[in-house]
């Protein structure tokens, strides 16, 4: 059966199962546990179906909300332990992988420039084979699925500058450690990475007339983090601050920026407070004036941020509208938004509440995949070897979401309106096939080297060293060896399925080739929501 034909039966279960519809609001006692795994983690495993059964619902959560309580996946720790740039700091990252030093008052060549360049690209292939490994594989589920929250929400692009070098590092040391932690720590943690300093240019932010970065042009204030900061990482675009907030604040935070002379030698730390390019003048921020001075500011300013009634309410409605509708509850976001305030943004308290809603009970199917949920969760539902992920990641780059590649701060969207189109849906059945089929070479042993540079990079704006291409169409490793992927088993996926699937999705498998009927499976418009 061609793609063409293949797409019409896709199309007949779209049109059949009303694929904006939600289920139905009271599951079965399967397909509750169904919609737990959907959301708590990248979709159901048979493994994963099988832990939840024995222990139940309520245990489940709880056990995720502790991850450090559940024993890690050898397998996965053994994929990580091969890939050796995880384990270095942003200072050593940069001394083995940044811009070549000058030798003797003389620049580097341009040959030189390019080839440290290309040697760079190996941090943010494996970096990126590192975060779906860990989606796909590891038993703490939902300590992954915060990371992709958290990360989105304090997004740093790959493709400006230096943060082709950091970027892994920043989801390593400031995002995964605080993932279910205190948000505080999580904003504060963020702030003083590398990767985020570079990105929002506050490396760059200093006093009005202080000295330069280079001892020649002089300081000037940077209001672009300050800004982001309340808009998107705390108080929201309505939260309340104004313009002389947003000064203050990018006033208190002058001063911090890279340890350039370690940075060059590869020691710790990387990030400084330089105290000739802060701005010591008095502060009102929020209508309160600031009671530290010098570096102790900006950890005063985060705490108010933190710690403001409209920040509850705004990580309050991202946490609701990605665990559980596009257009969350009011309802439910007022109390979460009450949890988050009484517990002093304790994230996994306010996680707590939210998966014990009625609300999140009768969520199921109430959302749809991004392409990234949608990419991990068809492996971790096939049950396939994957000891080579470049060919998923090169999916999701098709499908419009490389791996630390949005560009604008605010990350990529979690809404059906940012994800579903005609185009989008063809490119998601296409995956489903060649990937239910074998066809991909995931069971390739990827080679140690970095994948060629994609025909068409992603754009790099901004200043700074020119990086290396994202991997959003790199070449899917162990393809020129001949090497594929093992076909995707239709009956066990039926059956780990099965209870999720609609009525119209069933007819049209059972009615299909058997070699079809898994890629139908992975393709459908049950799938494709969760």
Known sequence: MTLRSLLCLFLAVLTATAFGAAHAAQPAPEPAILHVLNRLAFGPSSDDV????????????????????????????????????????????????????????????????????????????????????????????????????????????????????????????????????KFRDLLLATA???????????????????????????????????????????????????????????????????????????????????????????????????????????????????????????????????????????????????????????????????????????AAGAKYKTPYQFVVSAARAAGVEVRNPRPLLVAMGRLGMPIYGCQTPDGYKNTEEAWLSPDATTLRISFATAFARGNLPVAAIPPTAPSPAPASPVAVPGAGDPAPSMPVAASAAGADQGVKGEPVDAGRLERLLGPSLGERTRAVISEAPAPLRAALLLGSPDFMRH
């Open 50 to 181: 099988q832990h939840l059964r024995a222990i139940g619902i309520d245990a489940y959560v709880e056990e995720q909300l502790d991850p450090q309580s559940i024993p890690e996946n050898p397998e996965l720790v053994r994929h990580l332990s091969e890939l050796e740039t995880l384990r270095l700091q942003p200072s050593q990252l940069f001394a083995l992988y940044g811009p070549p030093r000058p030798a003797e008052g003389a620049n580097p060549s341009p040959d030189e420039v390019k080839a440290r360049r290309e040697r760079a690209r190996v941090i943010l292939q494996q970096a990126a084979e590192a975060r779906v490994l860990r989606a796909m594989l590891s038993r703490r589920q939902l300590q992954e699925v915060m990371v992709d929250f958290w990360f989105n929400h304090f997004n740093v692009f790959a493709g400006k500058g230096l943060d082709h070098l950091w970027v892994g590092a920043y989801e390593e040391e400031a995002i995964r450690p605080y993932a279910l932690g």
């Open 192 to 362: 003083r990475h590398p990767a985020m300093l570079f990105y929002l240019d506050n490396a760059q932010n200093a006093a009005p007339g202080s000295p330069g970065l280079r001892g020649k042009e002089a300081g000037s204030l940077n209001e672009n983090y300050a800004r982001e900061v309340m808009e998107l990482h705390t108080l929201g675009v309505s939260g309340g601050y104004t313009q002389d907030d947003v000064v203050a604040l990018a006033r208190a935070l002058t001063g911090w920026g890279l340890a350039r002379r370690n940075l060059r030698d590869g020691n710790e730390p990387a990030v400084s407070f330089d105290p000739a390019r802060h701005d010591f003048g008095p502060k009102l921020l929020l209508g309160q004036p600031l009671q530290a001075s010098g570096a102790g500011e900006e950890e005063e300013a985060l705490d108010r941020l933190a710690r403001h009634p409209a920040t509850a309410h705004h990580i309050a409605f991202e946490l609701a509208q990605y665990f559980v509708a596009d257009a969350p509850p009011p309802g439910l976001v007022d109390r979460l938004a009450a949890r988050f305030w009484e517990s002093d943004g304790d994230i996994r308290t306010v996680l707590r509440t939210l998966f014990a809603s009625r609300e999140f009970r009768d």
